[in-house]
């Protein structure tokens, strides 16, 4: 293709993914409509996207693992592989019955991470399906939430921080056991006599650049009179009034980690960025 239109993918897990690994515990559903991941004392299991992609929006509908989840990690992330990759990752970390999940948010270029941000989610993400969404474009990347921001990292290469736009990236998924850190700091593990634990992923839908490693080109084309007349929203991706507002109203009351804030941990200094904290 050599127009700025994106490849537009919606919905059969056949078509877009493979799963990884697991030896079975990984399963594709309902001809392709449905994918589950299951976790037991000997594996989690996980999938990918067959195509690599280079800028684009990613939605997924997820349920979590209900009751104790306490010591499981379930994931939908990008990233790239080889040294100094990027990844921009949702994980959404298990808890003890009753208690809220925490959606786990960060952001890795070149290899460096330390960009988290977690919140708590405004519904039990247990009893049904929600959409989990990231657009990743060169400007931004926003994380939302049944298409409710929660999350901004802004390009600020100008200041000298890493921003992940090369190489292209896969769609990564994944269940597995982290109960060394992932439950009230690994203070809570795994119960496994509640096992298999077992997330189901729905309506995995891609509207974003394909890249291909053979040729080095994505599917969207570098004419600048293609990229002004024929831009997909999520390209030039920013937030309205209304959606800065939905922002400040997840932050204020439902994230419970900010690394901008976190001055123990970052004694010698907040990363640049975090002066800069505008949609």
Request: charged share 20%; net charge positive; proline share 3%.
């Amino acid at each position: 293709m050599g127009s700025l239109v994106a490849a537009l993918a919606a919905g059969n897990f056949n078509d877009l993914t493979e799963i990884t690994w697991g030896d079975g515990r990984g399963k594709i559903l309902e001809k392709g409509k449905g994918l589950s991941l299951s976790l037991d004392n000997y594996s989690g299991s996980g999938f990918q996207s067959k195509r690599e992609y280079l800028f684009g929006r990613f939605d997924m509908q997820l349920k979590l693992i209900p009751g104790n989840s306490a010591g499981t990690v379930t994931t939908f992330f990008l990233s790239s592989q080889g040294a100094g990759h990027d990844e921009i990752d949702f994980e959404f970390l298990g808890n003890v019955t009753g208690e809220p999940y925490t959606v786990h948010t960060n952001v890795y270029s070149q290899g460096k991470g330390n960009k988290e941000q977690q919140f708590h989610l405004w519904f039990d993400p247990t009893t049904a399906f929600h959409t989990y969404t990231i657009i990743w474009n060169s400007n931004r990347i926003v994380f939302l939430v049944d298409n409710i921001p929660i999350r901004v990292f802004n390009n600020h290469e100008a200041l000298g921080v890493a921003f992940p736009k090369n190489p292209a990236m896969r769609v990564y998924a994944s269940l597995w056991n982290a109960d060394d850190w992932a439950t009230q700091g690994g203070r809570v593990k795994a119960d496994w006599s509640m096992a298999p634990f077992t997330a189901s992923y729905r309506k995995f839908n891609t509207n974003a650049c394909v890249w291909s490693a053979a040729s080095s080109t994505s599917s969207c084309g570098v004419s600048k009179t293609d990229s002004v007349n024929n831009a997909q929203t999520w390209q030039t991706q920013e937030l309205n009034a209304n959606e800065r507002n939905r922002l400040r109203w997840v932050q204020q009351k439902y994230m419970i980690y900010n690394y901008c804030t976190d001055a123990k941990r970052f004694s010698q200094g907040f990363s640049p960025e975090c002066k800069h904290s505008r949609f």
